[in-house]
């Protein structure tokens, strides 16, 4: 009995472990995904203003070899 008891106990003890990595993991994502938005925002609204400027899209102009 003593055993097994031991033996959850160990195994409680690795999944705290593991719930605290993952909660860490979460937390960097989190973040990460905030500075990306944040970048994307930025780039939409500079696209915009370029659109607004009259600034030709490079994507929407034709190659020089047509």
Known sequence: MEDRIEAAEVQIAHLER???DLSEVV???SAEIAQLRR???MLLERE???EAEGVAVLADQRPPHY
Do not use: K, T
């Open 18 to 20: 593991n719930v605290e």
């Open 27 to 29: 937390a960097r994502q």
């Open 39 to 41: 970048r994307v925002e």
């Open 48 to 50: 915009a203003d370029r």
